[in-house]
């Protein structure tokens, strides 16, 4: 790429305008027919931030000089997938060169929707020199952070729109990709070999590439394929100019021979009646129907898939699916481990919300530790996205209106106006279903009706405004409340005392020099579950507390109740119950949420920032039903009964773990090459807990082979979550995290599946690292 131009370009005025970004996404993505007049939209669009799009970078409230803005124009292709490796680069005249892989980024956003701009814009003159029309960010993912956002000021409205909707088109390419494409991950992968852009790839560059893949293989060996490749190409050459290094096509052809897995081919054998490697269109859809769990397929159906599996077919010959038209089967839809349509939404959502797993979030405001760092919005924006369906507020008198910190620490404020603008705009672009607010209330009762003003201003029709009733009747369902607002919190009790929502949370105890202020009615009109607590006698309970009731639990009540035997089961199959992380938990860890959801507690809030083992668990729950943050209760909790009474094995789960592919390294600066192996554990009632592990491979990360079998004996299966981890086995220190991925018993499909991996220090979804499993499941009549 260029240097950053000196004078760039200050006039956008020759782009076409670019009215219609669904066109520029239908061009990227779905490969739609346009005009010429939309191609030469988006093309100019595009051509425009490869040279450089003048813009001001807002940092810490300040304006700086004009600078560009660009695309590489060596590594975006348009409408090319390859765009997705497109590299975004901003810099100032005294600031380092910054970029940003298009994969690192969330999201373009418009006007002053970061923390950084709208602490800006409380001075009038940036609003005057930046007004907000005018305004735009690009937010990307940080390993230290949720999320962290560049602030921009663009030289006009239109200047804005160019850089908005291009950037955006090409992050809708990107989403829309659906299965692995191993082919373009392969292409990409030697692009980055050639490391002199000829096009070719020498021998070490290549030793280079399968050394960061981690394969360890023989020098020797891959020298040797490389040479017979090379071999062949110049004999096909004929007297011509002898080649010394590989063409792209000849890489592939290497490739495939270095990564060929036997145990796709045999696995194609077992499918294959006849002892064939091959499948024609009625064994496949015998194989789609039997074996893999699938409903629905004909013969035109399982034809359709072989050509979609076998891009090269000859459509005038037979159909065949060969061994690597099973490798892209198993990489597709066909290979997923989640159920036929467990993905979207399933569940019945008629159900009143207790009868509900929530997804929910703890101190959302927070990004790092809890004693120091910022309170953010972009904590909030990221729960809603990851689909959270309850986020927390603390909310604390401010110099003229609220704001949200946390109590005794370091954290600095943001308004509660600005937080809830953006939680109104991005609550329910996942998840139509409701969203849970609780505030932990720490303002006066002069700020309080301000605070009512700013929720009714800010959250319009969308706040649920519970009805008279709503004490004595059972609460709406999601389906119900779809779009809506629900806020939770302290509320005047019998006694007309304001009940704590946290009473066990150290930051949250009142001190007798800090008593509590009693509720303005305004404020407690709004809240539609307020805080109660539970008492020793929980059938007493049940009785006397109001239906729209809501008690809150620390991670040890949840199991002094469990070990105590307590009947909150009985409790939480007719009031919603929060529970949530020890106060002592300064540094955001997780508890574990299965022993909440084991006592039909709905809503276990995590820490949504620090990913680990028990944000996995959550993760792994809310990844099904369209991901929409509600999970219906099995019928035993439903129906009030401690499922740790299920002593009788029902299902016998077998898992053959065969092998992996592309396994990242554990730590991705070092030099090491991973010897992986697979824990399986299973979490669930106490019965049901149990955990296995595979042999470690050594040195290949690449692909390695285990075949190993395993087996679960389950009683209480609806319950039941299965975590796969891989490890890199170390004799001498802790065994490094590699990859994981997390699913409920009850949505696992049979048969063989490629299961994708989230891996790295955030747990995010790898685009090639998977394993290649076996299902099988037994029921015990």
Not at 174 to 181: E, G, L, Q
Not at 252 to 267: C, K, Q
Not at 568 to 581: G, H, T
Not at 664 to 686: H, N, R, W
Request: charge should be neutral; aromatic fraction near 8%.
């Amino acid at each position: 790429m260029n240097s950053p131009a000196s004078s760039p370009p200050s006039d956008p005025k020759p782009i076409p305008p670019v009215d219609d970004t669904q066109n520029i996404t239908n061009l990227v993505v779905n490969g739609t027919t346009t005009t010429q007049h939309q191609t030469e939209q988006a093309e100019a669009v595009l051509k425009a931030l490869e040279h450089g799009i003048p813009v001001r970078r807002v940092k810490k409230s300040k304006l700086h000089e004009p600078m560009p803005i660009l695309v590489h124009d060596k590594t975006i292709r348009f409408p090319s997938a390859s765009a997705l490796w497109a590299r975004f680069r901003f810099c100032g005249p005294n600031d380092k060169l910054k970029e940003l892989d298009l994969d690192e980024i969330i999201e373009v956003r418009q006007g002053y929707g970061t923390d950084g701009l709208h602490k800006a814009a409380k001075k009038f003159t940036f609003q005057e020199s930046a007004p907000e029309a005018k305004c735009f960010s690009i937010v990307y993912r940080h390993p230290k952070y949720v999320s962290k956002a560049v602030d921009f000021v663009a030289d006009s409205e239109e200047t804005k729109e160019y850089c908005v909707k291009a950037i955006q088109s090409l992050l809708a390419q990107k989403r829309h990709v659906m299965s692995f494409d191993e082919k373009q991950w392969l292409v990409r992968n030697f692009k980055k070999a050639d490391l002199d852009r000829n096009g070719q790839i020498a021998f070490d560059e290549l030793w280079k590439l399968l050394k960061k893949l981690n394969l360890q293989m023989s020098r020797s060996y891959v020298r040797k394929l490389y040479d017979l490749t090379l071999a062949e190409t110049n004999k096909d050459a004929g007297g011509g100019r002898r080649r010394t290094a590989l063409n792209q096509e000849e890489f592939m052809r290497l490739f495939n021979v270095l990564s060929d897995l036997p145990e796709y081919t045999h696995a194609l054998l077992l499918a294959n009646n006849e002892g064939e490697p091959h499948l024609n269109a009625e064994q496949l859809q015998h194989f789609l129907q039997e074996e893999q769990g699938f409903e629905g397929i004909d013969i035109k159906k399982a034809e359709s898939i072989i050509h979609m599996c076998e891009p090269a077919l000859n459509t005038t010959s037979a159909s065949l699916l060969t061994t690597n038209g099973f490798r892209r089967l198993m990489q597709s839809r066909w290979g997923n481990i989640l159920k036929q349509n467990h993905e979207s939404t399933f569940m019945d959502m008629t159900k009143p919300m207790y009868d509900y797993f929530i997804s929910s979030s703890h101190n959302t405001y927070l990004t790092g530790l809890q004693v120091r760092g910022e309170a953010t919005v972009e904590g909030y924006i990221s729960a809603l996205r990851k689909g959270a369906r309850l986020l927390e507020l603390d909310v604390f008198d401010g110099e003229s209106e609220p704001v949200i910190t946390h109590k005794r620490t370091f954290i600095s404020a943001i308004t509660l106006r600005n937080t809830l603008k953006c939680i109104n705009k991005y609550a329910f672009e996942t998840s139509p279903y409701p969203v849970i607010l609780t505030i932990e209330n720490h303002v006066g009762f002069v700020q309080q009706k301000i605070m009512a003003e700013i929720f009714e201003e800010e959250l319009g029709s969308n706040l649920y405004l519970p009805p008279p009733d709503a004490a004595t009747k059972p609460l709406p369902s999601p389906h119900e409340l779809r779009h809506k607002f629900i806020l939770r919190g302290k509320n005047m009790g019998a006694n007309d005392t304001p009940v704590d929502d946290d009473p066990d949370s150290p930051t949250d105890r009142q001190s007798p020099a800090s008593p509590r202020s009693p509720i303005e009615p305004s404020f407690g009109r709004l809240i539609g579950l307020p805080s109660v607590k539970l008492t020793a006698n929980i059938y007493q309970d049940i009785q006397d507390h109001p239906m729209n009731g809501s008690p809150s639990l620390s991670e040890s009540k949840v199991k002094a109740y469990l070990a105590g035997n307590a009947p909150i089961p009985a409790y939480a199959a007719s009031r919603l119950i929060k529970s949530y992380p020890a106060g002592i938990r300064q540094d955001s860890s997780n508890m574990n949420p299965v022993p909440s959801w084991v006592c039909g507690v709905q809503c276990a809030a995590m820490n949504l920032q620090t990913a680990g083992e028990d944000l996995d668990l959550a993760n792994g729950l809310f990844a099904i039903n369209g991901q929409c943050g509600y999970i219906l209760k099995p019928k035993i909790l439903r129906d009030g009964l401690d499922p740790r009474q299920c002593v009788e094995t029902k299902v016998h789960l077998h898992i053959a773990i065969i092998c992996a592919q592309y396994l990242p390294k554990a730590d991705p600066q070092g030099s090491d090459i991973v010897d992986p192996y697979v824990t399986l554990e299973m979490f669930g009632i106490p019965l049901d807990m149990n955990k296995s592990r595979t042999r470690a491979i050594r040195n290949n990360g690449f692909n390695p082979v285990w075949n190993e079998n395993f087996e679960f004996n389950l009683r209480c299966p609806e319950l039941a979550i299965l975590r796969f981890c891989v490890k890199d086995f170390d004799s001498t220190s802790s065994n490094d995290f590699v990859g994981e991925y997390t699913i409920p018993v009850a949505s696992i499909r049979t048969g063989y599946s490629h299961i994708r991996l989230n891996t790295g220090f955030e747990h995010n979804p790898d685009e090639a690292a998977s394993l290649f499993v076996r299902v099988a499941f037994e029921t015990v009549k």
